[in-house]
């Protein structure tokens, strides 16, 4: 019991040293200034959906267990002796990046996900925050019916530690409001200035770089847009929404009650 606490703890720790962190940081060397209206509605957005996916996050798990019991877990048998944990961790990463990237596309692509995922991309300001701000139905719809990594390798306990924390750098930070001038590199690995583009309210870049790593992803699969040296455009959806704790609930919902007068009229 008291190795658990210390382990919660030292997360707890962990996570608030990054929210703090990158407070300071992005107010020391800011894309763009936040007025503390877009602040709070992050946070109270990361709030309603973190609580409602985690009070479901048991149903999940059963639809998840019931589907890998059709399925079957583990497919692929990794190695983990020796050097070969380190080839078998970079296989698992690229394996995740690939999964994320596509499933990604698919976001943007299908209405019935777009109508979840465009909460996450309403933030008119891009930080740190914004990275954990995603609709709550849709965290638990891909909890519930997407367990493909599980299904497809069987991961040690330690790599699937090692492999969050790899992913943590660049896929939750690529959204710290923060300058962060990488130069010939800012195609290399999944950054804030790379990701901005992707968050962008200028047609030219609808549908870009929708990496979560590497964004090798986009040059292969076409979908890369380099920004230029200074380049930081607004964020935000067109026309711009605002998000309170009634839109947090049931954003994909929210203009039915107009679609249907609309259509009463017509």
Same mark, same amino acid.
């Given at each position: 019991?008291s190795?658990?606490?210390?382990? $919660?703890?030292f997360?707890? +720790?962990?996570?608030?040293? #990054?929210i703090y962190?990158?407070?300071?940081i992005?107010?020391?060397?800011?894309?763009?200034?936040?007025?503390?209206?877009?602040?709070?509605?992050?946070?109270?957005?990361v709030i309603?959906s973190?609580?409602?996916?985690?009070l479901?996050?048991p149903?999940a #798990?059963?639809? *998840?267990?019931?589907? #890998?019991?059709?399925?079957?877990?583990?497919w692929?048998?990794l190695p $983990?002796?020796?050097?070969?944990w380190y080839?078998?961790? *970079?296989?698992v990463?690229?394996?995740?990046?690939?999964?994320?990237?596509?499933?990604?596309r698919l976001?943007?692509?299908?209405p019935?996900? =777009?109508?979840?995922?465009?909460?996450?991309?309403s933030?008119?300001?891009? $930080?740190?925050?914004?990275?954990?701000?995603?609709? =709550?139905l849709?965290?638990?719809?891909?909890? +519930?019916?997407?367990?493909?990594?599980?299904?497809?390798?069987?991961?040690?306990?330690?790599? *699937?530690?090692a492999t969050?924390?790899?992913?943590f750098?660049?896929?939750?930070c690529?959204?710290l409001?923060?300058?962060?001038?990488?130069g010939?590199?800012?195609?290399?690995?999944?950054?804030?200035?790379?990701h901005?583009?992707?968050?962008?309210?200028?047609?030219e870049?609808?549908?870009?770089?929708? #990496?979560?790593?590497?964004?090798? =992803?986009?040059?292969?699969?076409? $979908?890369?847009?380099?920004p230029?040296?200074?380049e930081?455009?607004a964020?935000?959806?067109?026309? *711009?929404?605002?998000?309170?704790?009634?839109?947090?609930?049931?954003?994909?919902?929210?203009?039915?009650?107009?679609?249907?007068?609309?259509?009463?009229?017509?």
């Amino acid at each position: 019991m008291s190795g658990e606490i210390a382990r $919660t703890a030292f997360y707890l +720790a962990l996570l608030l040293g #990054a929210i703090y962190g990158s407070r300071w940081i992005e107010n020391r060397w800011p894309i763009a200034d936040v007025p503390h209206s877009e602040f709070r509605d992050d946070w109270l957005a990361v709030i309603v959906s973190v609580g409602l996916s985690s009070l479901l996050a048991p149903l999940a #798990a059963i639809i *998840a267990g019931t589907i #890998a019991r059709y399925t079957g877990l583990g497919w692929i048998h990794l190695p $983990t002796e020796g050097y070969w944990w380190y080839a078998s961790l *970079a296989c698992v990463v690229l394996a995740l990046d690939l999964y994320k990237y596509t499933f990604h596309r698919l976001q943007h692509a299908i209405p019935f996900l =777009w109508s979840m995922h465009s909460f996450h991309h309403s933030a008119n300001a891009v $930080t740190f925050i914004t990275g954990a701000r995603h609709y =709550w139905l849709e965290r638990v719809l891909a909890d +519930a019916f997407l367990p493909i990594l599980a299904i497809l390798f069987r991961i040690p306990p330690d790599m *699937a530690i090692a492999t969050g924390f790899i992913f943590f750098i660049p896929d939750a930070c690529a959204h710290l409001n923060v300058r962060i001038p990488l130069g010939r590199f800012v195609t290399w690995i999944n950054n804030p200035q790379w990701h901005r583009i992707h968050h962008s309210v200028l047609m030219e870049h609808r549908d870009k770089n929708f #990496a979560a790593f590497f964004p090798f =992803w986009d040059f292969l699969f076409g $979908t890369a847009c380099v920004p230029k040296p200074d380049e930081y455009p607004a964020t935000g959806l067109v026309p *711009a929404e605002r998000v309170d704790i009634i839109n947090s609930v049931i954003w994909p919902l929210r203009h039915l009650r107009h679609r249907e007068a609309r259509t009463e009229i017509e």
